[in-house]
């Protein structure tokens, strides 16, 4: 009998699921006016900078990008002080994390992280054989960096943090990260997912990695989220030298994309879009959460464009995610995440808020009499 060609472990291995597309959703329901709130897209779009960059850039790819990706390597240097030497760019900040895997992580290795995180890393470390250790949650849904602490030892090959917390939304403090790599060993290569920094920045106890300057943490950060330019995947990685240059080694020569690259530059050059970004965000988080409070979800308290909130079974997650499809409002449901009894709204637009606000109007008195 032939050897068996795909090992067991990636065999059993569920893909990545995305948010519904929203013309997916239109041809399924045949609904026009749909508002997609699943994604945790910047719903204000990209800055008109960075379109103006990348519509230049189209007379010029039949070139192959810079490979070295200068320019945007510049700007980063700019913005965040460190060397080009520090940086690493990719497909997104999950094209990084799969370089990571790659260089740095052998079948049989031990892998530490929390239940219930992003799942695309949980994905990334099974496929590629690792032995993946998680510990549970705090009651109120946190990374519990006590239990990390614990789990922590010699043979940990890499620690993986997403701070904030993807679907949660929820954060460890400076205290508790503080506290947490004390017990960290030199040769564990901790990864501290930031994709959501711009909107976590400005919490007053948030960890913010670039003000730490561990040789083996690597910070991951993104252009898909508050920058609205999660179409073109450009992602970026600070670390300390030897890491890039084994980051490097394994990267495909070419990304990201020229358009990714130049779209990327222009993005960074218009601060007022991202003000205008953050703004939004923060109105209208704190509106949904009203809403959400006011109807018993127990939403968990966030700081990203996101909330996670409880409906409490599986069942009555499945009713809500459909029937806000029926009425062309798209959410997220957790069940990939092993959290069934949760779903996770994005913050959209006033409009698109709105939608969802009316939906939810119609559906509850049902819900509330099947689930309540």
């Known amino acids: 009998m032939p050897k068996k060609l795909i090992p067991e472990y990636l065999d059993k291995l569920k893909p990545y699921q995305a948010g519904k597309p929203i013309e997916e959703v239109a041809r399924e329901k045949g609904i026009s006016h749909i508002s997609k709130l699943?994604?945790?897209?910047?719903?204000?779009?990209?800055?008109?900078?960075?379109?103006?960059?990348?519509?230049?850039?189209?007379?010029?790819?039949?070139?192959?990008?810079?490979?070295?990706?200068?320019?945007?390597?510049?700007?980063?240097?700019?913005?965040?002080?460190?060397?080009?030497?520090?940086?690493?760019?990719?497909?997104g900040s999950e094209g990084i994390m799969a370089y990571i895997a790659r260089a740095?992580?052998?079948?049989?290795?031990?892998?530490?992280t929390s239940e219930k995180t992003f799942i695309?890393?949980?994905?990334?470390?099974?496929?590629?054989?690792?032995?993946?250790?998680?510990?549970?949650?705090?009651?109120?849904?946190r990374y519990n960096t006590k239990a990390l602490a614990e789990a922590?030892?010699?043979?940990?090959?890499?620690?993986?943090?997403?701070?904030?917390?993807?679907?949660?939304?929820?954060?460890?403090?400076?205290?508790?990260?503080?506290?947490?790599?004390?017990?960290?060993p030199s040769h564990t290569i901790v990864i501290l997912d930031e994709a959501y920094f711009e909107f976590a920045q400005s919490t007053w106890d948030y960890p913010d990695s670039m003000k730490y300057r561990y040789d083996n943490v690597i910070t991951l950060r993104t252009f898909s989220k508050a920058y609205g330019l999660a179409g073109i995947r450009v992602g970026y990685g600070f670390a300390?030298?030897?890491f890039i240059s084994a980051l490097h080694k394994v990267k495909l020569p070419f990304e990201p994309s020229l358009i990714a690259q130049r779209g990327a530059v222009g993005a960074l050059d218009d601060f007022p879009h991202l003000e205008r970004?953050?703004?939004?965000?923060?109105?209208?988080?704190?509106?949904?959460?009203?809403?959400?409070?006011?109807?018993?979800?127990?939403?968990?308290?966030?700081?990203?464009?996101?909330?996670?909130?409880?409906?409490?079974?599986?069942e009555a997650s499945t009713y809500l995610f459909e029937e806000l499809l029926n009425r062309g409002v798209i959410i997220r449901p957790l069940k990939a995440n092993n959290l069934p009894e949760w779903l996770r709204i994005s913050v959209g637009l006033k409009d698109e808020m709105k939608h969802f606000f009316k939906a939810m109007e119609e559906i509850l008195p049902e819900y509330n009499k099947k689930f309540r």
Not at 120 to 141: N, Q, S, W, Y
Not at 159 to 182: H, Q, V
Not at 285 to 309: G, V, W
């Open 152 to 184: 922590v030892n010699e043979k940990t090959k890499v620690l993986y943090i997403a701070n904030p917390d993807n679907p949660t939304g929820s954060y460890i403090t400076r205290k508790e990260f503080d506290e947490l790599m004390l017990s960290v």
């Open 38 to 91: 699943a994604s945790n897209e910047n719903p204000l779009g990209p800055s008109p900078f960075a379109i103006k960059e990348m519509t230049i850039s189209l007379w010029d790819v039949h070139r192959y990008p810079d490979m070295h990706a200068r320019n945007l390597k510049d700007r980063l240097c700019e913005l965040y002080d460190v060397k080009p030497e520090n940086i690493v760019l990719g497909n």
């Open 120 to 141: 695309g890393f949980h994905i990334l470390a099974t496929a590629a054989g690792a032995k993946l250790v998680t510990v549970p949650r705090t009651e109120d849904m």
């Open 277 to 314: 970004t953050l703004r939004n965000n923060t109105k209208r988080y704190y509106e949904t959460l009203k809403f959400l409070d006011k109807n018993d979800f127990n939403p968990i308290r966030s700081i990203t464009n996101f909330i996670c909130f409880y409906t409490g079974s599986e």
């Open 240 to 242: 300390n030298e030897k």
């Open 104 to 112: 740095f992580i052998q079948a049989g290795d031990e892998v530490l």
